[in-house]
């Protein structure tokens, strides 16, 4: 028997390439044995614990313990002694080739993540010194019969680790004699990562193995530095409640009968919304995870009263996310302790009831496993009805989708690229298993919010393209604010009929953004070719074609004399036809167009993913469709995408809009949508003015519309480089003009290329400017336009003798002057103030503190020139709220000579 011991454990060394197999043993002993004077690292043949009465055993132990004791390399424990596990010791090679030997920390770990004992690993440092963790173990079947050929047994594993990440393991499956035996190599990992993963592990058992019980008797788990974890017997893994019995030709079970239940009479109606029939909670979910299994596990927490993640907002019925915070955790945690005797008392050892001599269960607030199981029970009954419901899984959401695309697309004359559609389809709802019950919820803003496979945002395409909502509530209500996530997964539902009604919809959205007529006007500089009747207009690295039209109507419902016929790319063969960029143009006008880069698939990055998508739903798990000149559609969206685009987004009250350098306009002026700009379009709805393949100095405008504060987002890439200004709470009135202007090379080389000059009573006059770099603030507005400086003397006699020159400064309300930095006072952007001779006080009586600081005379006169009206600028910078901000001011004054 022990002889048998012995040989395992020479297999388990081999496969863990602890000994190399084609070395006689005598080999090995004696070159190992070939110096006590210092260790030999190869071959290296470290201890496993063997039988003592095996010669084997006493050389190994003999000269291992005589090397260790004698380095002091391990002090008061005798690696070999019968009660200290081998597991518990960890082998190291050290720099100079020695060994030593050092415990293992043994840390308490449970094969369930809502146990106490493990919730999180921690790491101190870069350093990795903790071994992979066993969470779950399993394998079927736990029953087999050789006799009647070769077996095959399937053994699933979950394993992690805190930092460097699993690398490799196995385990030996023992016959009953121990003449057998079976290995399986972990490696094969079906999800997860290295910290946390799904291992499948596939071990065959050949005809006629041995029969009887077989099991686990040992296991390893390393990690990529070496950290290693053994379960040296079969027990280890019974204490963590896995399974580790095999049977092999006992016969097959005779299964118990099982009484027929009384079936359930299935639900009248839905009582669970927007989520798919096919979904069950696999994944564990703790706070801040952001997965669509938060919100469906919000719907299922909403369903009851007691669980309720919130009464309103985000989270709220109606207005679930996909965010873990604090009020889905402590719903977890009331949800936990409702059904405490299924989930937490069978994981944590305690106790549901009062006194019983363990301690009260408390829930966890984290999803793991037992949680899970809950969750799936309660939304069984619902996904077992899909039939009287209609419920169409996930292949079957597909095909419909597919089928109404086909039947439908005709709704759009001229728009007959079908894959084009799937392939926006794809970037809209792929990632969330076209479910059509899904509502994307911005938690900032709980009126953004997109609905179905179709993302509709907008209320009034709800109903648009399905027939309307009269005589349809559940219609109706989608289009409110209010709980019109569940009210729209009712209209969108995961059936025939809520599939084909989002289809139609998105279709009728998508034929509105269809518009684009291509009609302006060319500009002064365009060249007219004789030959082929044609205005050819550079813009940039682009040319485009227009012919002329005695009367062409655009979009905007305007009069222009030419039309565009297609865009040249210079010095390239690149094409594009103006009827295949009213296509790309609508496809990129249906997504909304924001200026967010952060986004992988927002802004121009949009047509990207669009034409990577024509790619992707060629494959079975999508829809299996080839579309024709699918080459040719790729090249003209990433021809789009890859020129140079404009994209501007106003926050209102205002009108907005863009002039180009010959006076053509985008934007709303006087309540009008204009799109004057070359391929430039507006977006009312979300009050964005974007410009294609943009080749102008540009000056945009601000015409207020009230009295309030208004946001500007200017994004303009370029190649790589990702160019944007942003103006934000900017006051504004009824009568105020703001026109900025922007010099983009600016910004690279560190300086302020933004101008703002404001007109404050529409008179046509701009009174004030503002200097700023890629980021303007309400703070840095206000300290330019309301600081007040008065100049002393208001007559300057340019021959007076006289030594100083005075100015007072006075800041708006909120900022301190004692913060202003002396040094940096300029006046008329030459002139520095004197840092000595200033004073602080009201000096004009107003409750105001003012700054006096005073300018050496002669050079003040000297950038002055005599006149009724000479402007005094004076410039700085004070310290406030932990950053140095610029102010101005300015006074008029009389110079004489």
């Known amino acids: 028997m022990k002889t048998k011991l012995f040989k395992i454990s020479l297999i388990i060394l081999m496969m863990l390439g602890l000994v190399i197999p084609n070395l006689p043993l ?18 290296l043949l470290k201890p496993f614990p063997m039988f003592q009465d095996n010669p ?160 686990v008797n040992w296991m390893y788990l390393a990690d990529k530095v070496g950290n290693t974890r053994y379960f040296s017997y079969e027990q280890d893994l019974i204490d963590l409640g896995f399974p580790t019995k095999l049977k092999n030709g006992l016969g097959l079970p005779t299964p118990t009968p099982t009484p ?23 994944n564990n979910l703790t706070l801040e995870s952001a997965l669509k299994d938060v919100r469906y596990l919000q719907i299922v927490l909403n369903s009851d009263l007691d669980t309720r993640v919130a009464a309103s907002g985000p989270g709220a019925p109606g207005s679930e996310t996909t965010f873990f915070g604090d009020l889905t955790k402590n719903a977890v945690i009331r ?33 793991g496993s037992s949680t899970r199981t809950k969750l799936n029970d309660l939304i069984e009954p619902l996904l077992a009805n899909k039939e009287q419901f209609k419920l169409l899984n996930e292949p079957e959401r597909r095909s ?36 059509n019950e899904w509502i994307r919820i911005n938690p900032a803003n709980l009126e ?20 309307g909502c009269d005589g349809n509530q559940n219609c109706k209500d989608c289009k409110k604010k209010e709980n019109a996530n569940y009210q729209c997964c009712k209209y969108y539902s995961n059936t ?72 040249e790319k210079k010095e390239s063969h690149i094409e594009l036809s103006f009827s295949d960029f009213k296509i790309i143009d609508a496809i990129w006008r249906y997504n909304g167009r924001l200026p967010d880069y952060a986004k992988e698939c927002q802004g121009n990055n949009y047509l990207g993913c669009v034409a990577d998508n024509l790619d992707e739903i060629e ?93 500007l987002k200017i994004v303009f890439p370029e190649g790589e480089i990702l160019n944007s200004f942003t103006a934000v709470d900017i006051p504004t009135t009824a009568s105020t003009t703001h026109q900025y202007t922007i010099d983009w090379d600016a910004f690279p080389e560190g300086e302020k290329g933004v101008t703002l000059q404001i007109d404050a009573d529409g008179d046509g006059v701009f009174e004030k400017a503002v200097i700023a770099d890629n980021d303007l603030t309400y703070d840095e507005f206000i300290l330019q336009t309301e600081t007040i400086i008065d100049f002393d003397p208001d007559t300057l006699n340019l021959e007076s003798k006289g030594e100083f020159a005075t100015v007072y400064i006075e800041l708006p309300a909120g900022f301190d002057v004692n913060q202003i930095d002396i040094s940096g006072i300029i006046l008329n952007d030459s002139v520095p103030a004197l840092t000595k001779a200033t004073e602080i006080n009201d000096f004009d009586e107003d409750g105001k503190t003012d700054l006096m600081v005073k300018f050496e005379r002669n050079k003040v006169q000297g950038v002055l020139n005599s006149g009724e009206r000479v402007p005094i600028i004076v410039t700085g910078k004070v310290f406030h709220n932990g950053s140095n901000l610029d102010f101005k001011g300015d006074d008029i004054i009389k110079v004489m000579k």
């Open 26 to 43: 005598d080999q090995a002993k004696s070159k190992v044995l070939a110096s006590e004077n210092e260790i030999v690292q190869e071959p």
């Open 56 to 215: 084997d055993y006493w050389w190994q132990h003999e000269f291992f313990t005589h090397q260790i004791r004698e380095k002091n390399q391990i002090q008061g424990i005798d690696p070999f002694s019968p009660n200290l596990l081998w597991n518990s010791l960890q082998p190291e090679i050290g720099p100079d080739g020695t060994v030593r030997f050092k415990p293992n920390e043994v840390k308490p770990f449970s094969s369930n993540p809502e146990s106490s004992s493990i919730s999180t690993f921690e790491s101190s440092g870069t350093e990795d010194l903790e071994a992979p963790q066993l969470l779950e173990f399993n394998f079927n079947p736990k029953n087999i019969d050789t006799n009647t050929g070769p077996q095959t047994v399937t053994f699933t594993l979950r394993i992690t680790d805190n930092l460097s990440g699993f690398e490799h393991g196995g385990f030996v499956l023992i016959s009953p004699s121990w003449q057998q035996s079976r290995y399986g190599g972990i490696y094969n990992r079906i999800s997860g990562n290295a910290l946390d993963g799904i291992y499948q592990v596939s071990v065959e058992f050949p005809q006629y193995s041995e029969a009887g019980t077989w099991y």
């Open 260 to 282: 027929t239940p009384t079936p359930t009479p299935p639900p009248k109606e839905r009582t669970l919304y927007g989520i798919p029939v096919e979904f069950t909670f696999k």
């Open 335 to 367: 949800f936990q302790e409702k059904y405490c005797k299924q989930i937490l008392e069978p994981v944590l050892n305690c106790s549901c009831e009062e006194n019983t001599g363990k301690e009260k269960c408390k829930g966890t607030g984290i999803v």
């Open 400 to 435: 419909a989708i597919f089928d109404y695309v086909s039947t439908n697309i005709s709704s759009i004359p001229g728009f007959d690229e079908e894959g084009l559609i799937l392939a926006m389809i794809i970037n809209e709802i792929g990632g969330y298993n076209f479910n």
């Open 448 to 467: 953004d919010y997109g609905r179905g496979i179709m993302q509709i945002t907008t209320d009034k395409y709800v109903g648009a393209g399905s027939g």
């Open 496 to 567: 025939f009929s809520g599939v084909e009604a989002n289809i139609k919809d998105g279709l009728y959205a998508l034929k509105d953004k269809y518009v684009n007529k291509g009609c302006y006007n060319a500009s002064k500089s365009a060249e007219w070719d004789n030959t082929e009747q044609l205005w050819r207009e550079e813009i940039g690295n682009e040319i485009l074609i227009y012919s002329r039209k005695e009367k062409c109507v655009g979009s905007d419902g305007k009069s222009y004399t030419n039309k565009i016929e297609k865009i």
């Open 619 to 711: 494959k079975e798990k999508y829809f299996g469709y080839t579309m024709p000149e699918k080459e040719r559609w790729q090249k003209e969206l990433y021809f789009v995408k890859e020129n140079s685009s404009q994209m501007i987004r106003f926050m209102s009250p205002g009108e907005f809009r863009v002039y180009d350098s010959q006076e053509r306009a985008t934007g709303l002026i006087n309540g009008e949508i204009r799109e004057g700009v070359p391929l430039s379009s507006y977006d009312r709805e979300n009050n964005i003015v974007i410009i294609p393949f943009s080749y102008d100095s540009y000056r945009y405008e601000v015409a207020g519309t009230d009295v309030g504060s208004y946001g």
